[in-house]
């Protein structure tokens, strides 16, 4: 069994900055990707970022030059910093980890941005 925790989020006013933890433990060795989702209400689940074991990064283009994944020092742990925050950030961001052909997730943290 693989649990996968995320912590940070919460509210911030428009360009202010936030930071998400996440860390898989459970039965889990290594991993292919891990990443950041995202859900605002009434729309699909998006992709925001993602770092593979390797180091490789990928960033959706809404979120490019505002937004850097990284991972920790602890195995299996990976960080969102996120800054000039918009509105349309305002959602559940969720982690995943991607290993042994299986996709893991989070429970979700809230991070919402006002104007």
């Known amino acids: 069994q693989v649990q996968v925790v995320e912590s940070g989020g919460g509210s911030v006013q428009t360009g202010g900055s936030l930071s998400l933890s996440c860390a898989a433990s459970?039965?889990?060795?290594?991993?292919?990707?891990m990443g950041w989702y995202r859900q605002a209400p009434g729309k699909q689940r998006e992709l925001v970022a993602t770092i593979t074991s390797g180091g490789a990064t990928n960033y959706a283009d809404s979120v490019k030059g505002r937004f850097t994944i990284s991972r920790g020092n602890a195995k299996n742990t990976v960080y969102l910093q996120m800054t000039s925050l918009k509105p349309e950030d305002t959602a559940v961001y969720y982690c995943n980890i991607y290993w042994a052909n299986s996709n893991y997730w989070g429970q979700g943290t809230q991070v919402t941005v006002s104007s």
């Open positions: 459970g039965r889990i060795f290594s991993f292919n990707s």
